[in-house]
């Protein structure tokens, strides 16, 4: 049977044990030098390590009281509404408008201000193709991208 490996934790904390008792009197030795030769205590690497972080530590702290001092007075509310594009689909109407609503509505058809009817739907607008810059009614594609499916076809047919 092979004979268990000790482990390391436990290593680490005998060493602690061992060397717990020491710091006393090497605080106290490292007080004595310092008090004859004050130049000892720049010199020693936690002194001047744990000066140096507390600075820093004071720089950042300044450096954000100062960009907070001038920084906006109040960030804006998260917005709670959209504007969606309406187009009309009554082809003797086919006015476009602008609906605020919460967001994720998806309670269309909406009534069309001009006709009175309930027949406006999302729209986009065309970006290439014959009716380039006009506002079409939206379909879904197998991606849930809004897409004009009327924006390939000329106008007026």
């Given at each position: 049977m092979p004979v268990e490996k000790e482990p390391?934790?436990?290593?680490?904390?005998?060493?602690?044990?061992a060397w717990l008792p020491t710091v006393r009197l090497r605080v106290v030795e490292w007080a004595e030098a310092c008090r004859e030769e004050p130049a000892l205590i720049w010199q020693t690497n936690a002194v001047r390590?744990?000066?140096?972080?507390?600075?820093?530590?004071?720089?950042?702290?300044?450096?954000?009281?100062?960009?907070?001092?001038?920084?906006?007075e109040k960030v804006a509310a998260p917005a709670r509404t959209a504007d969606f594009h309406v187009v009309c689909t009554n082809p003797d109407c086919g006015h476009h408008f602008v609906i605020n609503r919460k967001f994720g509505f998806h309670k269309f058809p909406v009534t069309c201000p001009e006709c009175k009817k309930e027949t406006g739907e999302r729209a986009v607008r065309c970006v290439n193709g014959p009716r380039n810059g006009q506002w079409v009614p939206a379909t879904v594609d197998e991606h849930g991208q809004l897409v004009g499916a009327l924006c390939s076809e000329p106008p007026g047919s």
């Open positions: 390391k934790l436990g290593i680490y904390i005998d060493a602690f044990k390590y744990t000066t140096y972080a507390c600075g820093g530590l004071l720089a950042i702290w300044l450096l954000v009281g100062i960009v907070d001092r001038f920084g906006p």
